[in-house]
């Protein structure tokens, strides 16, 4: 049965605002990643999702391509971030099938949970690489389609509907303050906010707009159900949220197409914090 639109996207944004759009994403398959496809896909675009694993990321694309008749969702898998080339071939075979790629989302992420006694070269090297270099390699794979998505629209009017060239990594809080027992995640997603913030810097002349997305804990999501509750209880972290609830995949899909939309047109080199106030309470969880 289709996933009612409530459950992933707010009513407040228009069908269609994203049409003739494509979407590249890596980690669509996953719990936040698909939450924000499907919204991106329902109200227009077209998108290719990446991931590890072919069957997951198969199966997610034809799920989320339900929530819209005629919408086209491929899904490429056997990708690993951290490969370049590989990487890179996904990104060709999305503009050549879907005409281009106007927005890219860095989804990607590794993380677990380890005391720095425990935690070797390579555990963090991982960790490093699949969310920091992983960014890169996906920035450096896109950047062009990117740049020729803003072309298209050279003396773009802000507001029109016409937006391209958007990138959004997905980063976190941890690194605002530090996290125990997530060394590796935590300066790995502050090396991720740099990037897109290099990005801005460098791209922004071109017309591409680079920011970050900072969930706090996601209700159901890997991360979380993982990893969440070596830290501390799930009691102990809802109360240090003021809003006084977890996010749901809605709340960051929503974020994200606020983001991807022309209302955030002037929005560059930042990261928007989705976590009703979370991070600031955690005092170091
Ligand atoms: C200590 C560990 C470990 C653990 C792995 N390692 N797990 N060390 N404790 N629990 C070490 C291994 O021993 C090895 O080091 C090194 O890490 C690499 O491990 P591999 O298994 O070879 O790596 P790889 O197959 O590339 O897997 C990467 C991974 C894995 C990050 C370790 O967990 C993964 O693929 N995760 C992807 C999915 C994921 O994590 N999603 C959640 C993202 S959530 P040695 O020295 O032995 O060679 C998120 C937000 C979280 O990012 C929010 C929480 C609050």
Known sequence: MAVPRSEYLSSIFADGIFANKVLFITGGAGSIGSAQTRAIVHLGANACIIGRSIEKTENAAKEIAKVRPGSKVIGIGGVDVRNFDVLKAAADRCAEELGGIDYVICGAAGNFIAPISNLSANGFKAVMDIDALGTYNTVKATIQYLVESAAKNPNLAPGDGTSGGRLISVSATFHYTGYPLMAAASAAKAAVDSIMASVALEYGPFGVNANSIAPGGVEGSEGMERLG??????????????????????????????????????????????DGGGWRRHAGY
């Open 229 to 274: 509750s070596a830290v501390a209880s799930k009691k102990e972290r809802t109360e240090c949220i003021p809003s006084g609830r977890w996010a749901t995949g809605r709340d960051i899909a929503d974020a994200t197409v606020f983001m991807l939309s022309d209302a955030a047109h002037h929005v560059n080199g930042t990261s928007l914090v989705v």
